[in-house]
């Protein structure tokens, strides 16, 4: 049988690499500023609108735990050619939609789909030299958090300009043309996992199983999103609501937002090349006091537009530079199973996040602000608890 060469990672498929992942995953983050132009639409409560972003989140958890793994099994390119056809007919029913019910549904499929951003991650992670690996790794994940924060810039002003569907007609063309790019441009990367799809699923497990840290570094995510995520699915209608704005220009600052939050995307590239100098333990317990100090700034300054810009930077510098972290603890010890450590961790990345959506909109709903800010302080003390009691445990 022959044996297959993996390709190098040269700077243009690491930056091919990097653009994509921005840009895809950036489906999963238009619809957060859109939100109250939908819920205006359509005439439906906040509360109720805003299960689109839930929706979005459990659809990528599923994608990543169901999806990601076959790409220690089949070739990636064609597993990615493959999803993006589903990625673009998913943006197109969002965009023609007439009725609110099947925005659910659909918004699912948009998450499960727009996946591909982990495949690339642990891709590139694997192509690369062991000792370049939490730089590249930072490189792409850097592509990965400038795609959500513009997500939300651009989505906020098209919405505020054209209206929330021409975003989503806009989506899909990028995506045409991501796909011909990939198609053209990326190599083809081969499994190493020789097993059935059973087999591959079932070592999931047992990976889980036999990697403490694989499995704290899976709860820290999990937190650490859901903190982040009760934040800014509640921002647009926090806007309205207590800044006396409305619909579309609530929708444009909020997106704006995302251009504050930038300070995550450079401190992600930032942190790769910083890892390997100190103690990830020390690293991961500043990021989650800085998550945890971001929620106190929201409760004393979240009524003005300087305490919101403040606790932004903080909660987002803290939460990507965890992840960042994160990512290359479980990627350095499993190696050989890159797709299938980044499916658990990130598994429970979204389901922290689609939990930490759904708490802080019910809170808004029935205590305000203040009922946002207790839900992600209250994850976020969580984080720092549970993290120093690892650090505890392994003394």
Known sequence: ??????????????????????????????????????????????????????????????????????????????????????????????????????????????GFTSVIPQLFVPMAASLAKPEERPKVVGIVMGGLLVGILGSRVLSGYVGDVWGWRTMYYIAAIIMIILFVLIYFKLPEVYPKFKGTYKQLMKSLLDLFKKDPDLRMASLRGALAFGSLSAFWTPLVFHLEKNFQLSNGAASNISGKFGLVGACGAIVAVFIGKVIPKYNKNTLLTLFSALTLLSWFIFYWRGFSYLGLIVGVILVDIGVQATHITNQSIIFSSNPEASNRVNTIYMTSYFIGGSIGTALAANAFQYYNWFGVVFTGGFIALLLMIFHLYHIKSQK
Do not use: H
């Open 1 to 110: 049988m022959e044996i297959k060469k993996q390709p190098k990672l040269t700077n243009s498929i690491l930056w091919l690499m990097t653009i994509s992942t921005g840009l895809v995953v950036a489906n999963n983050y238009y619809n957060q500023p859109l939100l109250g132009l939908m819920a205006k639409d359509f005439n439906v409560k906040e509360s109720q609108i805003s299960a689109i972003t839930m929706c979005t989140q459990i659809g990528y958890a599923f994608g990543l735990f169901f999806f990601i793994p076959l790409g220690d099994r089949f070739k990636r390119k064609k597993l990615i050619l493959i999803d993006f056809i589903f990625v673009i007919m998913s943006l197109l029913a969002m965009a023609v939609s007439k009725s609110v019910v099947l925005l659910f549904p659909i918004s699912f499929v948009i």
